[in-house]
């Protein structure tokens, strides 16, 4: 069975880091970008962070440049998102997906193949 496990969700206070984890099973994520997801409370599903299959392709929405870091470790066959100086606004439901691309230097935020069930984060003090 194909697929995608988050981890690393908490609660921590204002200004401090939580990294998340995706590790797939059933597939390897060699031929797939990897995007991380939040949803807050009665919103839509937005885009965070994505990374290419070689790593060499990564986005951020603007509300979270420079303080998180994606990246991925394909022997591991896991996805990572650490997540520095959070804040309140940050408190939402992050999930991780699976792209399956062709080319090994594009990622976006459309048309995943792959989702994870998800993990809270929740900032607050």
């Known amino acids: 069975q194909r697929q995608l496990v988050e981890s690393g969700g908490g609660l921590v206070q204002p200004g401090e880091s939580l990294r998340l984890s995706c590790t797939a099973s059933g597939f390897s994520i060699d031929s797939f970008a990897i995007v991380w997801f939040r949803q807050f409370p009665g919103k839509e599903r937005e885009g965070v962070s994505c990374?290419?299959?070689?790593?060499?392709?990564?986005d951020y929405v603007d509300s979270v440049k420079g303080r998180f870091t994606i990246s991925r470790d394909n022997p591991r066959n896991t996805g990572y998102l650490q997540m520095d100086n959070l804040n309140p606004e940050d408190t939402a439901v992050y999930y991780c997906?699976?792209?399956?691309?062709?080319?090994?230097?594009?990622?976006?935020?459309?048309?995943?193949?792959?989702w994870g069930t998800g993990t809270q984060v929740t900032v607050s003090s």
């Open positions: 990374i290419s299959r070689d790593g060499r392709r990564i």
């Open positions: 997906a699976a792209d399956f691309t062709i080319a090994k230097s594009v990622c976006n935020f459309v048309n995943m193949d792959y």
